[in-house]
């Protein structure tokens, strides 16, 4: 079955500090992938996303993500956090067949000014 | 352009009991997806529903039941209700007609069952 891991659950940070949050899919075909944010008290918003072309995808916000296909990776990247980054992240792949998300469990990002 | 929305905001039943769960999908879209996110989790698919028919099933109970109407909005059912039904439920809409079906999701329910 398709899966989508995050490997850090909970990341603190001061400000100014650089981010990278780990994905993983399973999915070896087509892929489609996501990067969610939730910001407290907020619904879900796209942050970015990557379908086909250049591997390193710009999102909102200075967020950046880059698809590794060896790797099957979709990492998040901000170089300098702010403390309005404080959110739930949540990766997430289309599945093959019909279009369902498959999220990940989520990391928790604290960012401390 | 009018968001996705979700009613009602939060709602308290006791196990056994059955819920109703509505959503308006954005303007302009075709299709809604429902996910349900339990408390530390990432959202899990239930259903999707495309042209007013179940398009998609994720691993759910048949006790999880949906509608869709013509002008898109939807409902999910819940019946006989459990202590682990307790969760966020998350409404998404998406047009068939955008590549990757792009999903926007509305602000939730919070359902905690007692």
């Known amino acids: 079955a398709q899966s989508v891991s995050q490997h850090n659950h909970h990341v603190i940070l001061s400000e100014a500090a650089s981010l990278e949050l780990g994905c993983n899919y399973s999915?070896?075909?087509?892929?489609?992938l996501f990067w969610y944010v939730q910001y407290p008290g907020q619904h879900l918003q796209l942050l970015l996303k990557?379908?086909?072309?250049?591997?390193l995808v710009k999102g909102i916000k200075g967020f950046e993500a880059e698809f590794i296909k060896s790797k099957f990776s979709f990492n998040l990247r901000k170089p300098s956090v702010q403390w309005s980054d404080t959110a739930e992240y949540f990766c997430?792949?289309?599945?093959?067949?019909?279009?369902?998300?498959?999220f990940g469990a989520g990391t928790r990002l604290a960012v401390h000014p | 352009e009018t968001g996705v929305t979700q009613s009602p905001t939060h709602l308290i039943k006791t196990r056994g009991q059955q819920v109703t769960l509505r959503c308006s999908s954005q303007?302009?879209?075709?299709?809604v997806s429902w996910y349900q996110q339990a408390l530390g989790q990432g959202p899990q698919f239930i259903f999707q529903y495309y042209r007013e028919e179940e398009n998609g099933r994720g691993n759910f109970p048949p006790r999880f039941s949906g509608l869709q109407f013509p002008n898109y909005s939807s409902e999910l059912n819940v019946n006989a209700l459990e202590l682990d039904d307790s969760a966020l439920y998350l409404c998404?809409?998406?047009?068939?007609?955008?590549?990757?079906?792009?999903?926007?999701f509305g602000p939730g329910t919070r359902l905690t069952v007692l």
């Open positions: 998404a809409s998406s047009s068939s007609r955008t590549r990757g079906n792009e999903q926007f």
């Open positions: 990557y379908f086909s072309g250049d591997p």
């Open positions: 999915y070896g075909g087509t892929v489609n």
């Open positions: 303007s302009g879209h075709n299709t």
């Open positions: 997430a792949e289309i599945s093959g067949g019909y279009n369902k998300l498959i």
